[in-house]
């Protein structure tokens, strides 16, 4: 990994650390920020890994699917007010200002909330940002095993109202390889011109083969 995504992700880690986003659900022995850090940065645990998924449109998809293509991965949930929709717009903006060159690109977004963000559901959402944007979702055991499998976290809120209940949940925008290896990550608010400095190279490098 460059120096560039290292420092990168150690940037995300001490913005995500600070915003309280990093939450442990029930069953998963905790780790502090900095352990988490440590896997995402320097790769002491493999990061990220296959699934098979169904998209806003109802059809089965797998990571396979998407071999060849950069991925920039974001898990959240439709029904997220802030931090969802800005990282999403700041996806939306790098792939419109690649132009062609954004074809390389995959951007997926998977919930983390399965119950509530049907195939339908999802549909209506990203289309809100990107028409190239898919929807991903699953059973709650296989979104388990994905988000744990990308170092996800995310547990629902307990307000005083059960009508005010939302999911909190890393925000990090996860940069595949096209044979599915980890690359790095954007942590929260990364702007549009920040995540195209770090992609371009290897846009490029894509373009070459």
């Known amino acids: 990994m460059s120096k560039t995504l290292l420092a990168l992700g150690f940037a995300g880690g001490i913005a995500a650390a600070a915003a309280g986003w990093l939450l442990w659900p029930q069953h998963a022995p905790p780790r502090s920020a900095a352990e988490l850090m440590d896997v995402l940065m320097w790769n ?4 990220g890994g296959p699934f098979a998924l169904v998209d806003h449109n109802g059809q089965p998809r797998t990571d ?4 060849g293509k950069l991925m920039l991965i974001y898990f ?3 029904f997220c007010s802030d931090v969802c929709p800005t990282d999403l717009q700041s996806i939306a903006g790098a792939l419109d200002k690649l132009g062609p060159a954004s074809e390389t690109i995959q951007p997926l977004f998977i919930t983390v909330d399965p119950q ?3 195939p339908e559901q999802l549909k209506e959402y990203v289309r809100l940002f990107h028409p190239r944007l898919i929807g991903l979702t699953g059973d709650a ?3 388990r095993r994905l988000t744990e499998a990308y170092k996800v976290y995310y547990a629902k ?3 005083a109202k059960p009508a005010d209940r939302g999911i909190d949940h ?3 925008v ?3 390889g096209r044979t599915g290896e980890y690359l790095g990550f954007f942590p929260p608010d990364t702007s549009t011109d920040r995540m195209i400095e770090i992609i371009r190279p290897h846009v490029t490098a894509l373009s070459q083969r």
């Open 44 to 47: 002491r645990e493999p990061v």
């Open 141 to 143: 055991r296989q979104i």
């Open 64 to 67: 396979a699917d998407f071999r």
């Open 174 to 176: 996860y940069l595949m």
């Open 76 to 78: 959240g949930f439709t």
């Open 116 to 118: 509530k963000d049907t």
């Open 170 to 172: 890393t925000g990090y």
């Open 157 to 159: 809120t307990q307000p």
